[in-house]
């Protein structure tokens, strides 16, 4: 016994093994430390006495693995989903990502005036742009969009009723429950209409003195089909009166391009919208951030409300919205639209590509389609091509395999077998695709 206790390696010993000291850089000293005693401690409970100390090293070795790859990772996104949610959503332009380094890694004029040489006011150009860009008389930044409804309802509805169909009553990605904001914003959810139908007459009989507003959702991730109808923004418009307003929920941020079944901001201003929210990070292709557009007087009113303290974002976010949305006015593409415009011609030529370089008969060309999605258009495709492996492997060791590479490939699996869209390919990754498939192309 006493024997064994001694075969267990110093916590230092194991610290000075290359294996294990290059993860200092990747995931810091202290936590490689803390990985190996709690790999030693479980050594010691398990009695493993006999353990190799190239075994136990290994282990520890597992642990750090473990533990780096809940890092964010660069991947290479191949599931033909443009806009993806679980994968940082909209890549940011590297021109922008460019232009915002030295204001992010210098002081920067966040709230100075440089004309009057005194304390500025946050955002202001980022307003600008947004209300020049969405046809608004104003416009205001949060940190999402979950955020900007959250900070509209709590500002000009709590304890008053907001009207919201039955259709519209949605969850959008994980833990975004329209019901649910209305809930914490203390807002009187009444609902009208059923799942599939809501008239205009359905809007009239829930509306009364008490209502403050008709919140319109855009339904993002599901599609309705078959005997439905629904309510356009200019109908609700039509019929509120002064003192209610029409909230519209646009979600996926399209200003300029078109796109199936997308309604751009600037179209629910048009048509009489109080107040405009929108994520900047889904089909404007920029940062995270929510955005709110409309009424002069509204905005004011939740630019002063403590709540917007709370949610506004930071300097990196507002140098690089301001950024893109220059870009946007000059009609330079953020790289989600580039992708989404992407001739599928293209993609047909990158997939060929890639099959003759790997040369194998597991790799073929099929018809395949791809979707702006992070829950925009739903339900609207556009036809595209995709990579088939025909392995003799389950598609999820595959789908593994692929997702153990130095820069994760993330495919999709259909009836049964791994694809690989192209057409969600960004500058340089075609290659690095290339070569990282023909390294492990035999144990797929
Ligand atoms: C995506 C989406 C949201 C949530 O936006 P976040 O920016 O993720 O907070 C809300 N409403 C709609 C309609 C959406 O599409």
Redesign the pocket.
């Given at each position: 016994m006493e024997k064994n206790r001694v075969s267990i390696p110093q916590v230092e010993t194991l610290l000075q093994q290359k294996k294990l000291s290059s993860y200092f850089d990747l995931i810091s000293r202290p936590i490689v430390t803390n990985l190996i005693r709690d790999e030693l401690n479980q050594i010691r409970e398990e009695k493993l006495f006999d353990l190799s100390f190239d075994k136990i090293v290994q282990r520890c070795e597992n642990r750090c693995a473990k533990v780096y790859k809940m890092r964010v990772h660069q991947v290479i996104n191949c599931t033909g989903v443009v806009v993806h949610?679980n994968l940082g959503?909209s890549p940011i332009s590297k021109a922008s990502w460019q232009a915002a380094t030295n204001l992010n890694t210098h002081y920067c004029s966040l709230e100075f005036n440089l004309e009057s040489g005194k304390r500025g006011q946050r955002n202001s150009l980022v307003e600008q742009l947004l209300a020049t860009l969405t046809e608004s008389e104003a416009a205001l930044v949060v940190?999402?969009?979950?955020?900007?409804?959250y900070l509209i309802l709590s500002t000009f509805a709590k304890r008053k009723e907001v009207v919201v169909s039955r259709g519209e009553l949605?969850q959008?990605?994980g833990g975004?429950r329209?019901p649910s904001i209305l809930k914490e914003s203390q807002a009187k959810l009444v609902e009208v209409g059923t799942t599939n139908i809501t008239t205009v007459d359905d809007y009239k009989e829930a509306l009364n003195e008490k209502s403050v507003a008709i919140l319109k959702?855009?339904?993002?991730?599901f599609a309705l089909r078959g005997f439905t109808d629904e309510v356009s923004t200019k109908e609700l418009s039509e019929l509120l009166d002064e003192n209610k307003l029409l909230i519209v929920?646009?979600?996926?941020g399209v200003l300029e391009a078109d796109l199936p079944g997308e309604q751009k901001v600037k179209e629910h201003i048009k048509m009489g919208a109080d107040l405009v929210?929108?994520?900047?990070?889904?089909a404007l292709g920029s940062v995270?951030?929510?955005a709110i557009v409309g009424s002069k007087k509204l905005i004011d009113k939740l630019i002063k409300s403590p709540l917007y303290r709370v949610l506004r974002p930071g300097k990196t976010v507002l140098t690089l919205l301001e950024e893109d949305l220059i870009n946007h006015l000059n009609k330079v593409d953020p790289p989600v639209l580039s992708l989404i415009k992407k001739e599928k011609e293209k993609v047909k030529e990158d997939s060929e590509k890639l099959i003759a370089f790997l040369n194998s008969e597991k790799f073929s060309l099929v018809e395949s389609k791809i979707t702006l999605g992070?829950?925009?258009t739903p339900d609207e495709n556009l036809d595209s091509y995709a990579v088939k492996i025909n392995s003799t492997k389950s598609a999820n060791t595959v789908m593994k395999i692929l997702r153990n590479q130095q820069v994760p490939i993330i495919g999709f699996i259909e009836k049964g077998k791994v694809h690989l869209n192209l057409a969600t390919l960004l500058e340089g990754e075609l290659e690095l695709l290339s070569t990282s498939l023909d390294k492990i192309k035999e144990l797929l």
């Open positions: 949610t959503r940190n999402n969009n979950a955020a900007a409804i949605v959008i990605g975004f329209i959702v855009h339904r993002s991730n929920d646009q979600g996926s929210s929108f994520s900047c990070d889904k995270q951030a929510g992070g829950g925009t």
